[in-house]
């Protein structure tokens, strides 16, 4: 059984499937507008111990910050 | 009346590079009423009829969360457009699309969907088929490349054609689970009765109900009452309970699946592209050390650039309007009209207009740096330095350019999303020493301490530095209210610019900056050569300027200064480096002030004139940009803070023994 886990644990060349996103209306709205749903598959591109980390959600790219990264909960892939 | 066409779209779809092309040069660029939100208006012409083309702000979506989404949203709710022009990015149908369902549910008809980069999508292996597009969403699809102006002749006709109702639209409607669907049913039945009816699309008011928009909520409740809205929000909690995700979630995902269900009927995947040059050099310029490294070569071209074009330009400017006030002076008999005309009005003129190569020069890189898709990069690697002190990686910029004038650096705030971070990047922008007070520091260190003379300039620069970012850490945590920006950011696609926008989106802010700040500076020349020459000239002691240096010599003796310091000062608000230059008048000459004071007083005088206001242009663009609200709330707490910072070290200076 695949673990769920927030975003920000994957490492770049991982993928995970959206399941929730937590956290308040604004920030999760936003996401969801941006293409970061539940159901969509996000591939980290890159990850470093500190600051945004770079990933791709159907061909877009995108830098996410620590913290919202850590709100979407993601089915490792 | 002329009938309205409004620009709808993501950002980065290249909406600005359509409204120019519909546009032409006639444009304006202007605000919104009551928010620093950008608005662009021009005028379209096609068969005879004239449009005036709204472009919109760009959005992902239409919720109430952002100034930028609520304009746009009220916009369209208002139905203030007879057209409604979607832009898409070909690149990115499914998160395009999703803003497309969002206003095709306001109930909006009259849409036509531009489908931009089509060149793009077919590199990346992406094969859309407009015409079945066109009939599945029922409404108009324009495939276009507005780079190259391919597809614009069409988009115009079709948009003509929508505007006369010569083509017919019948927008899709995204249906969402039948447990979602009776919630939007019991909601639109109760709200059939009110006035809401009247005035809104019912479906489209449940559907942001269910999402618990904020605005919408007020609105029912007004409507409906508490009892009636409580009952409706018990009824969204049982549901999400049911799905155990919020409601605003449930809707998101099911009206993504009602967009994937509808793509595969027109578009399909020839290959995937590989990794392209565009993911390798953002490992490059994202990266924690080479994306600093990077960032900084970038902005020392920049800085570069304009300062080796632009100042050149400022001088020439300047030099023209003084030898024109030379040659205009001998012909007029009036000695008031003669100052007022000379010193007072083409001063003023001349130094509005000398600051606009300045201006210009920074619009176009910071526009081109934006098209190219650098800026977003650049915003990731700032990131990590700037959060720290409560601003977004993207206000280094302003802050960079300071250090060259603080004119276009304020100016650049607009690059900044929230207001919140815009507004405490300019209050803490005119700390960061310009070019000018860089002079007025360098000729005190220069002629006062001739040992310790970089040392002296260093450390001036270190404290107003260290201010500014300790200023930024407690305006953001205590003075202005705002969410700070959550950090998402999409990094799109690096492009070649088309120069045409570029240059255009430049040349019209310059001149907005012209219009907005130069009233002001203007004004303030003006008042300035009354004060220096009545009731008589300066020198003589008697000018108002010079008693108005009196006037404060008590307070500013609290920091070692003196009147000849207060009337310097006083002069310095037009330009930082008059200070230097009015002792000159005070005393005969500039290296007379080597005799006048201790280098302990020129130490606190080069730091107050860092510190203590920023500059009457400086004041003119903070103004245009947040009001005049905060541009006094700057002059207030600068002059707090020099002269918290004078007194300080004065007396730190005294007890060292200096």
Request: contains cysteine; aromatic residues 10%; charged residues 20%.
């Given at each position: 059984?695949?673990?769920?886990?927030?975003?920000?644990?994957?490492?770049?060349?991982?993928?995970?499937?959206?399941?929730?996103?937590?956290?308040?209306?604004?920030?999760?709205?936003?996401?969801?507008?941006?293409?970061?749903?539940?159901?969509?598959?996000?591939?980290?591109?890159?990850?470093?111990?500190?600051g945004?980390?770079?990933?791709?959600?159907?061909?877009?790219?995108?830098a996410?910050?620590?913290?919202?990264?850590?709100?979407v909960?993601?089915?490792?892939? | 009346?002329?009938?309205?066409?409004a620009?709808?779209?993501?950002?980065?779809?290249?909406?600005t590079t359509?409204?120019?092309?519909?546009?032409?040069m006639?444009?304006?660029?202007?605000?919104?009423?009551?928010?620093?939100?950008?608005?662009?208006?021009?005028?379209?012409?096609?068969a005879?009829?004239?449009?005036?083309?709204?472009?919109?702000?760009?959005?992902?979506?239409?919720?109430a969360?952002?100034?930028?989404?609520?304009?746009?949203?009220?916009?369209l709710?208002?139905?203030?457009?007879?057209?409604?022009?979607?832009?898409?990015?070909?690149?990115?149908?499914?998160?395009?699309?999703?803003?497309?369902?969002?206003?095709f549910?306001?109930?909006?008809?009259?849409?036509?969907?531009?489908?931009?980069?089509?060149?793009?999508?077919e590199?990346?292996?992406?094969?859309?088929?407009?015409?079945?597009?066109?009939?599945?969403?029922?409404?108009?699809?324009v495939?276009?490349?507005?780079?190259?102006?391919?597809?614009?002749?069409?988009?115009?006709r079709?948009?003509?054609?929508?505007?006369?109702?010569?083509?017919?639209?019948?927008?899709?409607?995204?249906?969402?689970?039948?447990?979602?669907?009776?919630?939007?049913?019991?909601?639109?039945g109760?709200?059939?009765?009110t006035?809401?009816?009247?005035?809104?699309?019912l479906?489209?008011?449940?559907?942001?109900?269910?999402?618990?928009?904020?605005?919408?909520?007020k609105?029912?409740?007004?409507?409906?009452?508490?009892?009636?809205?409580?009952?409706?929000?018990?009824?969204?909690?049982e549901?999400?309970?049911?799905?155990?995700?919020?409601?605003?979630?449930?809707?998101?995902?099911?009206?993504?699946?009602?967009?994937?269900?509808?793509?595969?009927?027109?578009?399909?995947?020839?290959?995937?592209?590989?990794?392209?040059?565009?993911?390798?050099?953002d490992?490059v310029?994202?990266?924690?050390?080479?994306?600093?490294?990077?960032?900084?070569?970038?902005?020392?071209?920049?800085?570069?650039?304009?300062?080796?074009?632009?100042?050149?330009?400022?001088?020439?400017?300047?030099?023209a309007?003084?030898?024109?006030?030379?040659?205009?002076?001998?012909?007029?008999?009036?000695?008031?009209?003669?100052?007022?005309?000379?010193?007072?009005?083409?001063?003023?003129?001349?130094?509005?207009?000398?600051?606009?190569?300045?201006?210009?020069?920074?619009?176009?890189?910071?526009?081109?740096?934006?098209?190219?898709?650098?800026?977003?990069?650049?915003?990731?690697?700032?990131?990590?330095?700037?959060?720290?002190?409560?601003?977004?990686?993207?206000?280094?910029?302003?802050?960079?350019?300071?250090?060259?004038?603080?004119?276009?650096?304020?100016?650049?705030?607009?690059?900044?999303?929230?207001?919140?971070?815009?507004?405490?990047?300019?209050?803490?922008?005119?700390?960061?020493?310009?070019?000018?007070?860089?002079?007025?520091?360098?000729?005190?260190?220069?002629?006062?301490?001739?040992?310790?003379?970089?040392?002296?300039?260093?450390?001036?620069?270190?404290?107003?530095?260290?201010?500014?970012?300790?200023?930024?850490?407690?305006?953001?945590?205590?003075?202005?209210?705002?969410?700070?920006?959550?950090?998402?950011?999409?990094l799109?696609?690096?492009l070649?610019?088309?120069?045409?926008?570029?240059?255009?989106?430049?040349?019209?802010?310059?001149?907005?900056?012209?219009?907005?700040?130069?009233?002001?500076?203007?004004?303030?020349?003006?008042?300035?050569?009354?004060?220096?020459?009545?009731?008589?000239?300066?020198?003589?002691?008697?000018?108002?300027?010079e008693?108005?240096?009196?006037?404060?010599?008590?307070?500013?003796r609290?920091?070692?200064?003196?009147?000849?310091?207060?009337?310097?000062?006083?002069?310095g608000?037009?330009?930082?480096?008059?200070?230097?230059?009015?002792?000159?008048?005070?005393?005969?000459?500039?290296?007379?002030?080597?005799?006048a004071?201790?280098?302990?007083?020129?130490?606190?005088?080069?730091l107050?004139?860092?510190?203590?206001?920023?500059c009457?242009?400086?004041?003119?663009?903070?103004?245009?940009?947040?009001g005049?609200?905060w541009?006094?709330?700057?002059?207030?707490?600068?002059?707090?803070?020099?002269?918290?910072?004078?007194?300080?070290?004065?007396?730190?200076?005294?007890?060292?023994?200096?």
């Amino acid at each position: 059984m695949n673990m769920i886990v927030p975003l920000n644990v994957l490492k770049p060349g991982e993928k995970g499937m959206v399941v929730n996103i937590l956290g308040g209306a604004g920030a999760r709205q936003r996401l969801v507008a941006m293409g970061l749903t539940p159901g969509a598959t996000i591939h980290v591109i890159e990850s470093h111990p500190f600051g945004p980390i770079i990933l791709s959600v159907s061909g877009t790219r995108f830098a996410i910050g620590r913290g919202l990264a850590s709100k979407v909960m993601v089915r490792k892939l | 009346m002329m009938k309205i066409v409004a620009l709808a779209g993501n950002p980065n779809v290249g909406k600005t590079t359509i409204f120019n092309d519909l546009t032409g040069m006639r444009q304006h660029v202007g605000n919104w009423p009551g928010v620093t939100v950008e608005k662009k208006e021009g005028i379209l012409e096609y068969a005879d009829e004239k449009f005036l083309v709204v472009d919109l702000p760009g959005t992902y979506s239409l919720t109430a969360h952002s100034v930028d989404e609520l304009v746009a949203r009220d916009f369209l709710l208002k139905g203030s457009a007879d057209v409604v022009v979607d832009v898409v990015d070909a690149t990115a149908l499914m998160r395009n699309l999703f803003l497309t369902m969002e206003i095709f549910e306001m109930g909006l008809k009259n849409i036509v969907i531009a489908l931009n980069k089509m060149d793009l999508a077919e590199k990346k292996g992406i094969e859309i088929d407009a015409r079945r597009m066109e009939s599945v969403l029922g409404v108009p699809v324009v495939p276009l490349n507005a780079k190259e102006g391919i597809g614009i002749d069409e988009l115009k006709r079709r948009i003509y054609e929508v505007a006369n109702r010569k083509a017919k639209t019948d927008p899709i409607m995204p249906k969402y689970d039948p447990a979602v669907e009776r919630e939007i049913e019991h909601i639109s039945g109760a709200l059939k009765h009110t006035e809401l009816a009247e005035k809104h699309n019912l479906r489209w008011l449940a559907i942001k109900l269910l999402m618990r928009d904020e605005e919408v909520i007020k609105l029912v409740l007004r409507h409906l009452g508490s009892e009636k809205l409580n009952e409706i929000m018990r009824h969204i909690g049982e549901v999400e309970e049911r799905y155990k995700r919020a409601m605003d979630l449930i809707i998101a995902s099911q009206k993504y699946e009602f967009i994937d269900s509808l793509m595969h009927k027109f578009m399909r995947y020839k290959f995937e592209a590989g990794e392209t040059l565009g993911d390798q050099l953002d490992r490059v310029l994202t990266h924690p050390i080479y994306g600093i490294l990077a960032l900084f070569a970038v902005f020392y071209l920049v800085f570069k650039f304009i300062f080796a074009v632009g100042m050149p330009l400022q001088g020439m400017l300047d030099s023209a309007f003084s030898s024109f006030g030379q040659w205009l002076a001998p012909q007029i008999m009036s000695d008031i009209l003669r100052g007022l005309l000379v010193d007072g009005v083409i001063g003023g003129v001349g130094a509005v207009l000398s600051f606009f190569p300045l201006v210009f020069l920074l619009f176009l890189a910071m526009a081109f740096l934006e098209d190219v898709g650098y800026m977003a990069r650049a915003a990731v690697v700032m990131e990590r330095i700037m959060r720290k002190f409560g601003l977004p990686g993207k206000s280094l910029i302003p802050l960079v350019l300071a250090f060259g004038c603080n004119v276009p650096a304020v100016m650049s705030t607009r690059t900044l999303d929230e207001e919140k971070d815009r507004i405490v990047t300019m209050l803490i922008n005119p700390l960061i020493p310009c070019s000018a007070r860089l002079s007025v520091i360098s000729f005190l260190a220069g002629a006062f301490f001739q040992k310790n003379q970089a040392f002296v300039a260093v450390s001036i620069y270190t404290m107003s530095i260290f201010l500014a970012l300790i200023m930024a850490w407690f305006f953001s945590k205590f003075l202005v209210r705002g969410e700070s920006s959550p950090f998402i950011i999409e990094l799109p696609e690096y492009l070649i610019p088309s120069w045409k926008t570029v240059l255009l989106h430049s040349w019209e802010r310059s001149k907005e900056f012209v219009k907005k700040a130069g009233t002001i500076i203007l004004t303030g020349s003006i008042a300035i050569w009354y004060l220096s020459n009545y009731p008589s000239v300066m020198g003589s002691g008697q000018s108002y300027a010079e008693r108005i240096g009196m006037f404060f010599e008590p307070y500013v003796r609290l920091m070692g200064l003196d009147w000849k310091a207060a009337v310097s000062l006083l002069f310095g608000i037009i330009a930082k480096e008059n200070v230097i230059s009015t002792y000159g008048v005070l005393y005969g000459s500039r290296e007379a002030i080597i005799n006048a004071m201790m280098p302990l007083q020129a130490y606190i005088l080069g730091l107050v004139t860092t510190l203590y206001i920023p500059c009457i242009a400086t004041i003119g663009a903070i103004r245009a940009e947040a009001g005049w609200k905060w541009a006094f709330f700057t002059m207030a707490y600068m002059i707090g803070l020099a002269s918290f910072m004078g007194i300080v070290v004065y007396h730190i200076g005294i007890i060292l023994g200096f």
